[in-house]
C-alpha cells in the first residue's frame, strides 16, 4: 500500500492510499473537485451535468473547469479504473471531444458557476475551446495510450487517509491546450478596425493576423482609452460592420481571427 510522510515523523503525518475499491463514483467525484480546486487554480471547478450528442449518442459529464479569463474550457469524466475502457470510457469521452453540446447545456454551466451570465455560458458552449480531461483512480497505461489520439488528457487523483482521519489528495497530469480563445471585439467597417477590450492579451504594434477568409497580413494593435483598435495594414478586411469577431491564439502564437454571428 502506498504510504507517504508529510512533514515531521509523527503518527499524524502518515497518509496511506484509500483502497478505491471503497468509493462509489460520487464520492470519489466529490474528493476529485477537491484535488483540482487546489491544484489548478487558475480554473474555476464545477459540478457540470450537460449532455453531448455525436451521431445519435448522448452522454452527460461529470465536471467542467473553465479557465478564468475564460479562454478556454475543460470536460471532465470522473471514471474509477474498473470500467471498461471500450464499453463505457471512450464512448463518452468521444461525445465529449467531438459531440455537439445539447442546449440544456447553458443552463447547467450557469448552474455549476453561479458566476456565469447565460451569454457567457453560450459562448463557451458555441465558440470558446473546449478540451477533454479523464479523472481516474489510478494510472492505467493502456487509457493514456487510448486517449492520445483522441486529445484527450489523464489526471490520475489518489486518495489518502491520515491516522486521524485527514484526507490528502496525490494528482497527476498535466493539462495542456492548443489554441485559446482573447475575446470578442466588434468590427467597425467605417474604421476598418477591431475594437476589443484593452486587457484582451494581444501586444501593441504590428503582428500577423489570419482572417477568417485563410488571408494572413499585417495588422497594427494600438490602445485608445478602455479599448484596443486593430487595424489591417494594406487592404480592406471586407468584415461585415457590426459584427463580432473572436480572436483565437494557438499554442504556435499565431492569431486568428473568427466571425462568431
Not at 502506498?2 to 468509493?23: L, M, N, R, W, Y
Not at 491544484?39 to 473547469?65: E, N, Q, T, W
Not at 470578442?184 to 477568417?212: E, H, W
Request: glycine content about 8%.
Amino acid at each position: 500500500m502506498k504510504t507517504f510522510i508529510a512533514g515531521a515523523c509523527h503518527p499524524d503525518s502518515i497518509f496511506q492510499a484509500v483502497d478505491s475499491s471503497e468509493f462509489l463514483e460520487i464520492n470519489f467525484e466529490a474528493e476529485v473537485v477537491k484535488a483540482l480546486c487546489c491544484i489548478f487554480r487558475d480554473y474555476h471547478c464545477g459540478v457540470f451535468k450537460g449532455s453531448f450528442r455525436l451521431d445519435g449518442d448522448c452522454r452527460s459529464a461529470d465536471l467542467a473547469l473553465i479557465h478564468k479569463t475564460l479562454s478556454h474550457w475543460f470536460v471532465v469524466e470522473v471514471e474509477l479504473a474498473s470500467h471498461s475502457l471500450e464499453g463505457h470510457v471512450l464512448p463518452q469521452v468521444r461525445c465529449f471531444r467531438f459531440g455537439d453540446a445539447e442546449p440544456a447545456c447553458v443552463t447547467s454551466l450557469c448552474t455549476a458557476f453561479p458566476g456565469l451570465t447565460r451569454d457567457e455560458a453560450e459562448r463557451i458552449l458555441l465558440y470558446v475551446p473546449r478540451y477533454v480531461a479523464v479523472a481516474v483512480d489510478r494510472f492505467v497505461p493502456e487509457w493514456k495510450a487510448a486517449f492520445k489520439g483522441l486529445d484527450v488528457h489523464l489526471l490520475t487523483v489518489q486518495v489518502f487517509q491520515g491516522t486521524d482521519g485527514k484526507i490528502a489528495h496525490h494528482v497527476d497530469g498535466r493539462l495542456e491546450v492548443a489554441k485559446e480563445s482573447l475575446g470578442f471585439g466588434t468590427y467597425s467597417a467605417i474604421d476598418k478596425s477591431l475594437v476589443m477590450p484593452r486587457n484582451c492579451g494581444l501586444p501593441l504594434g504590428q503582428i500577423q493576423i489570419q482572417d477568417p477568409f485563410g488571408t494572413v497580413a499585417l495588422w497594427t494593435v494600438r490602445e485608445s482609452g478602455a479599448a484596443v483598435w486593430i487595424t489591417k495594414n494594406i487592404g480592406d478586411p471586407a468584415l461585415p460592420h457590426g459584427d463580432f469577431v473572436q480572436v483565437i491564439r494557438t499554442i504556435e502564437g499565431r492569431i486568428t481571427l473568427r466571425l462568431s454571428r
